[in-house]
Structures are given as structure tokens and as C-alpha cells.
């Protein structure tokens, strides 16, 4: 199976409204990252986190490396969070280790 | 919010022809990843560097890609021989590494394969 489970895989909002992403991770994980990828293709970095939660404006971010999970909460939809949003588990074997990547959640947030 | 720069943004190459891409990851990064994402949108991890140095790769890259990080000059991923399968997006990211590992994008580069 997949090391990185990311749900949903397609998410549909209205302006205003909130929802949380989720991924499950199948092994030990050092840290998790967040990503939202526009239309063109560019990948913006949202969070970094190796244990706890971080919030920056309308989204908060946890992860839990004992229950290898982590979410990612979208406060007060607006349009701009538009984008599919990937989290990417880094493997536990040393540092600069590479990512994995879930398969994205497909956002869209509608007026 | 990143200034990992990619060229070129764009590149059609017909089979067996070979395809390069440069990548000039942030500066003071020492550490950089290239990635390849199909249309279908998985990441498939290739190769990482630290200054010079690979760190990992995979099989595939090891055989049939070349990529090189020298010091003062773009970093590359070269396709020696493309094939179909190779049309996808070649992302380059960067980071400080160790445990502030946050990873910065390029845009990318596109490739399609004839």
C-alpha cells in the first residue's frame, strides 16, 4: 500500500466555509510538509512540522507522529485556496532524507 | 514565495533525443531534490544532493538520467535517451537541510516526449 494516504482526494467549499485535510502515514515519519499547487504547476510550501501544530492566517496544520497522521484545517474559504494540496511525509532514515508524497486534494472553493 | 528558478519552463524533445533542465536552487541551500510528477499528479522522487554530492537516487535515475550539482553553476538533470513515459513535470527544490528541512519549489519544467 501507499506510505502516504492523503483523504479527501477532491473537496468542494463554499466561500466561508471550513474543512480539514487529512494524511495517514504507514510508517515512521520526521516530519511532514504542506503543499498547495496553483494551475501552473508551482508548489508553495505552507507548513513544515515535526511534531505540534502551526497555524499562518486561515490555516493550522498538526501532526502526530505516535498516530502518524497529520491535517491541515482551512478556516473562511476564500477563492485564492483554490489548488490541489499535497503533504509529503519525510522518511525517518537520516537527515535531507526524501519526501513522499500523497496523491493531492483537489480544492474548490466557490462563491 | 520561492526563488528556486528552473529553465526552461518548457521543452518538447522527440524519442531517444536527449533533454536537459537547470535548476539554481536558493541561495545559501546546500541541499536540492528533483522530482518527477506525471500527469496523474505522483511525485516519484529521482535524485538529491548535498553541495556536490548525491545523497540518494533511484535505480532509474542511475541508468538512464545524469544530474550533477557543481559548485557555482546550475544544477542539471539531463535525460540521456527519452522515451514516452518521461513526458511529466521535473520539479528542483531546495532547502538548508538537517532538521529545518522545509523543502522550496521551482516552477518546473515541463517535458513532453513525442
Known amino acids: 500500500g501507499d506510505q502516504v494516504e492523503q483523504s479527501p482526494s477532491a473537496l468542494s467549499l463554499h466561500e466561508g466555509t471550513s474543512s480539514a485535510l487529512r494524511c495517514n502515514f504507514t510508517?515512521?515519519?520526521?516530519?511532514v510538509q504542506w503543499f498547495r499547487q496553483n494551475s501552473r504547476g508551482s508548489l508553495i510550501n505552507l507548513f513544515y512540522?515535526?511534531?505540534g501544530t502551526k497555524e499562518n492566517g486561515r490555516l493550522k496544520s498538526a501532526f502526530d507522529s505516535k498516530e502518524l497522521y497529520s491535517t491541515l484545517h482551512i478556516r473562511d474559504a476564500q477563492l485564492e485556496d483554490s489548488g490541489t494540496y499535497f503533504c509529503?511525509?519525510?522518511?525517518?532514515?537520516?537527515?535531507?532524507?526524501?519526501?513522499?508524497f500523497g496523491k493531492g486534494t483537489k480544492l474548490s472553493v466557490k462563491s | 514565495n520561492s526563488k528556486v528558478i528552473q529553465t526552461p519552463r518548457y521543452l518538447v524533445k522527440g524519442q531517444g533525443q536527449k533533454a536537459k533542465m537547470r535548476c539554481i536552487p536558493e541561495?545559501?541551500?546546500?541541499?536540492v531534490f528533483w522530482y518527477q510528477q506525471n500527469k496523474n499528479n505522483e511525485f516519484k522522487f529521482l535524485i538529491n544532493?548535498?553541495?556536490?554530492?548525491?545523497?540518494?537516487q533511484i535505480d532509474m535515475t542511475e541508468k538512464r538520467f545524469s544530474a550533477e550539482c557543481p559548485s557555482n553553476s546550475p544544477c542539471s538533470l539531463e535525460i540521456q535517451s527519452s522515451e514516452a513515459g518521461d513526458s511529466a513535470l521535473y520539479l528542483c527544490?531546495?532547502?538548508?537541510?538537517?532538521?529545518?528541512?522545509?523543502?522550496?519549489f521551482g516552477e518546473g519544467s515541463k517535458l513532453t516526449v513525442l
Open positions: 527544490a531546495s532547502s538548508l537541510g538537517g532538521n529545518t528541512g522545509q523543502l522550496y
Open positions: 510508517t515512521t515519519t520526521r516530519s
Open positions: 512540522l515535526a511534531s
Open positions: 509529503a511525509a519525510e522518511d525517518s532514515g537520516g537527515s535531507n532524507a526524501k519526501l513522499t
Open positions: 541561495k545559501g541551500h546546500p541541499v
Open positions: 544532493f548535498q553541495n556536490q554530492e548525491v545523497l540518494q
